[in-house]
């Protein structure tokens, strides 16, 4: 198991961006295949963007795609979340997430392919 801790988050207005961070602890020596989600109130979580452990494969959502941007750096154990071109509909909590992949290069969409979390950290983007 490894332990994720969201920041980073905070409120920003359109076309701002905002850096988001997530460090890990517990079983870092696993090769984690790591990824953002989030939730808008009232709505189901939704995949935004993932990385492979290798950092040679991503994957994002349609909506955030030529905005966001995901890295990690594997010696500090901490994946990134860089979003540019805010809008109000980026408005949600932002979930970090891990999936034990293996080194893997997939790096699925489906929430339940991830089982460790972290509490979450809210952005919001005013109009």
């Known amino acids: 198991q490894v332990q994720l801790v969201e920041s980073g988050g905070g409120l920003v207005q359109t076309g701002g961006s905002l850096r988001l961070s997530c460090a890990a602890s517990?079983?870092?020596?696993?090769?984690?295949?790591m990824a953002w989600f989030r939730q808008a109130p009232g709505k189901e979580r939704e995949f935004v963007i993932g990385?492979?452990?290798?950092?040679?494969?991503?994957n994002s959502a349609d909506s955030v795609k030529g905005r966001f941007t995901i890295s990690r750096d594997n010696a500090k154990n901490t994946v990134y979340l860089q979003m540019d071109s805010l809008e109000p509909v980026d408005t949600a909590v932002y979930y970090c997430?891990?999936?034990?992949?293996?080194?893997?290069?997939?790096?699925?969409?489906?929430?339940?392919?991830?089982?460790?979390w972290g509490q979450g950290t809210q952005v919001t983007v005013s109009s």
């Open positions: 997430a891990a999936r034990l992949g293996y080194g893997s290069r997939w790096v699925p969409a489906s929430r339940d392919e991830y089982g460790n």
């Open positions: 517990g079983r870092t020596e696993i090769r984690y295949t």
């Open positions: 990385i492979s452990w290798s950092g040679d494969n991503t």
